[in-house]
Every structure is written in C-alpha cells, then in structure tokens.
C-alpha cells in the first residue's frame, strides 16, 4: 500500500515520520493481539516461560515487520530507486530473517540454558 501512496502522491517522503508513527502503534496492537492467541498455544504446550517469550517476539516482530514493510519504499525513493521494486518478496524476505534473529535474541535472553543449574 506504501508503494501505491509514494506512486499517486498521496504520501511524500516528508511525511515518513507522521506515518511511523501511525504504523508502530496500528502494529504494537495486531502484535499484542496475536501474542494473546499465541500465548495460550504456548502455555499449553510448552509452558508459561515459552508463552512469554513467544508472545514478546510476535509483539517486537509484528511492530519491526511494520516499519520495514513502510520503510522500505521510502528508503528505495529517497536513493532514487523503483519503489515497488520493494514488493512483498522482498520485505518477506528481509522481515523473516530479522524474525529469525528477533526470537532467537529473545529466547536466550529469558529461557534458562539446558542443563544450567
């Protein structure tokens, strides 16, 4: 949708600040409302620690997903290139891997190492 604004003019580059922060908390609430469903998946399967965690990481990637997928054009315009050259494969891309690294950092920051006493 971002891509379509920046290409009819509905939204400049000027206007990136005042649509972060329109896309942040739209995306704080979709993550906090999925990290609800997917707490309760996480409590029964694998217990309360997990839950936390695995509801924390939809919360931060559900809000990172966000702003790169509004970001991204930006960025591609300001340097000149096709914004739409910022389709979904590619923010897919991009968000799954940060994804990746969001859970992971998470985890090991809250779960206890197997076998640590």
């Known amino acids: 949708m971002m891509v379509r604004a920046l290409a009819t003019g509905d939204v400049k580059a000027k206007d990136w600040i005042k649509m972060l922060g329109k896309e942040v908390s ?18 029964f399967r694998a217990g309360i ?12 990637i559900v809000a990172v997903g966000s702003v790169i997928g509004m970001s991204l054009p930006f960025i591609l315009t300001r340097f000149k290139f096709d914004p739409a050259s910022a389709s979904a494969p590619l923010i897919t891309s991009i968000c799954d891997g940060a994804g990746v690294l969001i859970y992971f950092n998470i985890a090991s920051l809250l779960l206890p190492l197997p076998g640590a006493a």
């Open 49 to 60: 620690d997990v839950a936390i965690v695995v509801a924390l990481t939809m919360v931060v």
């Open 26 to 43: 739209v995306s704080v609430l979709l993550g906090l409302t999925m990290a609800v469903a997917v707490s309760f998946i996480g409590v």
